[in-house]
């Protein structure tokens, strides 16, 4: 069965759409056009522009295109989603967003003190990895999935323990590190390690664990997230195996591979940066240390 049954406005998110154009327009306002109320005299940068543009093209098609309607459907289709919302699209955006925003962002009374605390290293990475995990036991998953409320609060703490944890890798203000050089790879491993045993609970358990993908009446109330109820009343639904031919285990296992898969091919793509630029700035430091001792010498020598 196609799901174009479900109709455009749950497959494509009109609303959100439209938020995150609003969005755009306002990013472009403040770092082009209103630049100079903030007395910056440095350009938006070109990468900085695609990064959040990119940021937010991916929020929609996480978010509001026909994949947050499969998230639904299938878990393998959630941990996708799961795996891009927290672990790409803070970075894009976080990277996105020059330096001066942030400064001014982060000088405001209520957050001066609050992201200080929930950005330091080891708090943001267990906060991330407890928040990650705790949503993806059976029962809380389910509970979290029948109320729209619910979700869409723990959905948003989601997203925000990922931008904390990101705080120590993404550099917002140069002046302002968390972390330098080994350090960062030492966290992003320490992620990694951290986020595992959430992953094989749901690679290697042997029955199928959420009620919101196996049982008709639970998913239906879960569909109700993405799907106008109007829309839903007029459907004749029996469940998610309508829409998909693996069977429900087999769609979790694989969630959880796939989960685990972008996990590894985004860090791996970070570890690479981190440390190819930590490596070129022991390398800068090497040889400004020799030119310095050659300078040296040739000083002594004419003495």
Known sequence: MSISIFGFQALWSPILLGLLVCIAILYFLITVKWRNDFKVSEPLKRKEAIYFI???VLLYIVKGSPMDLMA????????????LLLLLVPPLLMKGI??????????????????????????????????FSLYHIPLVFDAI?????????YTLMLFLTAVFMWWSIVDVLESEKKLHGLKKIGFIVASAVLITPACALIIFSNSPMYD????????????EL???????????????????????????????????IIQEII??????????????????NADQITQKALDDLKVQAKL
């Open 267 to 284: 860090y791996a793509a970070f570890l690479f940066s981190i440390f190819f630029a930590w490596y070129k700035n022991e390398q800068d």
């Open 212 to 223: 919101t993908y196996t049982d008709s009446d639970v998913w239906l109330k879960n569909m």
């Open 145 to 153: 999935k029948m109320n729209e409320v619910l979700h869409g609060a």
């Open 98 to 131: 020059p330096w001066w925003v942030w400064k001014v962002v982060l000088e405001l009374p209520v957050l001066r003190k609050l992201i200080p605390f929930f950005t330091k290293p080891l708090l943001s990475l267990v906060l991330f990895t407890m928040t």
């Open 72 to 83: 639904h459907i299938m878990f393998t289709f959630h941990m996708v989603q799961m795996a």
């Open 226 to 260: 993405c799907v106008p109820t109007d829309t839903l009343a007029g459907l004749n639904l029996s469940g998610p195996e309508l829409f998909s031919n693996l069977d429900p285990l087999e769609d979790q296992q694989l969630g959880g591979i796939v989960m685990k």
């Open 54 to 56: 990119s940021g937010l």
